[in-house]
């Protein structure tokens, strides 16, 4: 049965800290994801644009929203947004909410002028009907490079307000890390993100000006998660100045700026990356995403 007339349609609450509180609810809820950890990153992502479905009790039922996300793709830049957060409560589904949502957050990004759609789900069917296109995913896997630099890094601690700003001040300025396909700043996920994997450490490169997100594994294993910062070092002064020698290298994006080369895997394991956009907007394969760059 249709039940939309008890609900009241809304695109403003982001501004609203009791209806913002009910969209973190619903997120915490279907996702197990708390949102709010973002204010103490810095607050959320300002071009963030929701959307959602209340009741009269001010519970958010249903909720998509759309964010600014500039790319570089084949080396161009690119005007892009992205969705995330879609989500609707189990007694509101199958009555057309969250097709509404999707056709209020596509057309805000016609409206905006948004050259490229972009989103991350486990149902990529959901979304076809509506012009999104699966792109798979590499990383990058090869033996490690000689020994560079010996210059040092110190660690950045998500709980210290001076490495927060200045991991927001990085981004602010990030070169991005590939050519393929790569976003420009993302400063609010990347935090985010960073705070929910506590196996990713995070290092700054005083002498490279950037900061450095990588984790370790069984065998040797070194794998390179993400770079911040208006340079991107080789890999090899990455390791000296981790003081790390590893047998074996893994990079969740294309290796084009590390003077190292790594034969593509595919991640058939991950959420899966979709794109609505001109034919000629799709990025040249084989790339990679950043966990960090998640969305």
């Known amino acids: 049965m249709q039940a939309r007339h008890r609900l009241t349609f809304r695109s403003d609450h982001g501004g609203d ?11 915490h809820d279907t ?14 992502d300002p071009t963030l644009a929701p959307f959602g479905w209340f009741d009269a009790a001010g ?14 793709i ?22 057309g909410l969250f097709r509404d949502l999707i056709g209020a957050a596509l057309n805000h990004c016609a409206a905006e002028g948004f050259e490229a759609v972009t989103l991350l789900t486990d149902t990529p069917a959901l979304y076809t009907p509506f012009g999104f296109r699966p792109l798979p995913l590499y990383r990058f896997e090869g033996p490690p490079p000689s020994r560079g630099a010996t210059a040092g890094a110190r ?15 990085l981004l602010d300025a990030r070169r991005p890390v590939a050519d393929r396909f790569a976003p420009l700043r993302q400063v609010e ?21 950037a900061a450095i997100a990588w984790r370790t594994g069984d065998g040797g294993l070194f794998d390179l998660v993400d770079i911040a910062g208006p340079t991107i070092p080789p890999l090899a002064d990455i390791l000296a100045a981790l003081d790390l020698s590893p047998t074996r290298i893994v990079t969740r994006f ?26 000629a907007l799709i990025p040249p394969h084989p790339f ?7 969305f």
Do not use: Y
Request: aromatic share 8%; hydrophobic share 45%.
């Open 17 to 27: 800290p009791a209806a913002w509180r009910a969209f973190a609810d619903l997120l």
């Open 31 to 44: 996702f197990g994801i708390d949102i709010t950890i973002l204010d103490a990153l810095g607050g959320p």
């Open 59 to 72: 519970t958010c039922v249903a909720s998509l929203c759309a964010f600014s996300i500039p790319l570089v």
């Open 74 to 95: 084949g080396g161009t830049f690119v005007r892009g947004a992205g969705l995330q957060s879609g989500a609707v409560r189990p007694q509101w589904r199958r009555q």
């Open 155 to 169: 660690p950045l601690d998500l709980r210290n307000d001076a490495d927060i700003t200045l991991l927001r001040r």
């Open 189 to 209: 996920m990347f935090l985010f993100n960073a705070a929910l994997s506590p196996d990713i450490r995070l290092a700054f490169m005083e002498d490279s000006t």
């Open 254 to 279: 294309s290796p084009d700026h590390l003077d190292w080369q790594g034969k593509a895997v595919a991640e058939s394991d991950r959420l899966t990356l979709m794109m609505r956009g001109a034919e």
């Open 288 to 294: 990679g995403l950043s966990p960090l760059a998640e």
